[in-house]
Structures are given as structure tokens and as C-alpha cells.
């Protein structure tokens, strides 16, 4: 069964402090996997990461694939208040059909 | 543009009450998702439909049907309404995969509370 799995679930920061989140899976056929960030409503695309070893960067936030260990990294640098929400990961498996599998999220809490 | 849209975005339903919730999409996407969230849970796949007219069960279907008659348009029913429904519920579209440069679009949910 097709399965994404995140780490850790909750964090609690400073700001100014650089947090790492992590994202691993198990999927038939990957496709590609991306990171979303909700903050009170729906989730707002970040990245899309399709090949290893390639990072994608916005501003502060970064991240990379690794197809060997079936993982990705979210790196967000000089944290903000503004950066809490809860960040989700997800993946497209096997099939034409759309379908995203969702890990649990980590929710991050930015304290001033 | 206005993106995805969901209504209602509030509904408190009494336990087998039946409702609709109605997603819109104006981005001429082919692909529509219905999600429910709940605590640590992540967002799990209810229906979904790869274009107007089809239909299909996602990871948990039971207790919810879904119509597909307008391209735009995507309906999640309720027939009878149990506690275990309380939930938000987003709506998604995408285009189709062809290129693999796809993404979802997220509507801003629906929090269902049923008593």
C-alpha cells in the first residue's frame, strides 16, 4: 500500500532558528512529490520535485529529492512568525489518475 | 479568475441528515478531488474524477456519493450524515498529468460538524 510518512509531526522554533522537514515514501511507480504549506485554510502549493538531487528554493525555504532513500527535505532558513502553519507532503503514485497521497503534515510553531 | 470555490463553507447537520457540498472550479481543469482533514491525519482522498461524467472511490468512499454532470462543477453528498463525517472537506482540481508538471489547487474547505 502507498504510504508518505512525515517528520516530525510538530515542532515548536524561535525565530531566526533554520528548521528541517522531513518526507519519506512508499509508492508504486512515483511520479513526483510535492509540498504544500496550510495556514487557516487550504493548502498552497510550494514545490514540485520530479529528479534527485535537484533543489527547488523560494526565499527562505528549499527543497530537495532523493529518490535513492525515497525521501525529501524542506529546509526553511531565518524562520518567521509568518512561516507557522503546517506543512504537508505528498505524492503522485502509480496511474494517470491525479491522485496525491498525503503524509500527516508538521505542524511548526514559530514563537516570536 | 476565481479558482476553486466550495460552498457552504459552514454546515452543522443533525446525525442522518443528507446534504450537498458543491465545488466550482473556472480553470477548464479535467481532474477534481474531493479531501476530508482531520487532526493528524494528513488530507484523505473521499472521490474523484478524471473528467465530466466519470467518477471514482478514492482511499475512504464509504458514506459519501459524488456527481461529475459539468465539467466544472464537482458534488460530494452526504446521504445520511453520521458524527464520524465531522471533518473540513477541500475540494481540488488539476489539469491532466500528460507533461508531469501537475499540481492541485486547494477551494478553502468546508467545516462540517455533524451531532
Known amino acids: 500500500e502507498d504510504k508518505v510518512v512525515q517528520s516530525p509531526l510538530s515542532l515548536v522554533v524561535h525565530e531566526g532558528d533554520t528548521v528541517t522537514l522531513n518526507c519519506s515514501y512508499e509508492?508504486?511507480?512515483?511520479?513526483?512529490l510535492l509540498w504544500y504549506k496550510q495556514e487557516k485554510k487550504a493548502p498552497t502549493f510550494l514545490f514540485m520535485l520530479?529528479?534527485?538531487?535537484i533543489e527547488k528554493k523560494s526565499g527562505r525555504l528549499s527543497s530537495i529529492l532523493d529518490k535513492k532513500e525515497l525521501s525529501s527535505i524542506l529546509n526553511i532558513t531565518a524562520t518567521q512568525t509568518g512561516d507557522s502553519a503546517i506543512y504537508l507532503c505528498?505524492?503522485?503514485?502509480?496511474?494517470?489518475?491525479?491522485?496525491?497521497?498525503f503524509g500527516q503534515g508538521t505542524t511548526l510553531q514559530v514563537k516570536p | 479568475n476565481a479558482g476553486v470555490t466550495q460552498t457552504p463553507k459552514f454546515r452543522v447537520l443533525k446525525t442522518g441528515q443528507s446534504m450537498t457540498l458543491l465545488c466550482a472550479q473556472d480553470?477548464?481543469?479535467?481532474?477534481m478531488y474531493w479531501y476530508r482533514q482531520d487532526p493528524g491525519m494528513g488530507l484523505r482522498l473521499i472521490h474523484y474524477?478524471?473528467?465530466?461524467?466519470?467518477?471514482a472511490k478514492g482511499e475512504v468512499p464509504d458514506g459519501y456519493n459524488v456527481s461529475r454532470l459539468k465539467k466544472q462543477n464537482f458534488l460530494l453528498g452526504l446521504e445520511s450524515a453520521a458524527p464520524s463525517q465531522t471533518s473540513v472537506y477541500f475540494c481540488?482540481?488539476?489539469?491532466?498529468?500528460?507533461?508531469?508538471?501537475?499540481?492541485?489547487?486547494f477551494g478553502p474547505g468546508t467545516r462540517l460538524t455533524v451531532l
Open positions: 481540488a482540481s488539476s489539469y491532466e498529468l500528460a507533461a508531469r508538471t501537475d499540481t492541485q489547487y
Open positions: 509508492v508504486t511507480n512515483f511520479r513526483s
Open positions: 520530479t529528479s534527485s538531487g
Open positions: 505528498a505524492v503522485h503514485g502509480s496511474g494517470n489518475t491525479g491522485k496525491l497521497i
Open positions: 480553470m477548464n481543469h479535467e481532474y
Open positions: 474524477s478524471v473528467g465530466e461524467g466519470t467518477t
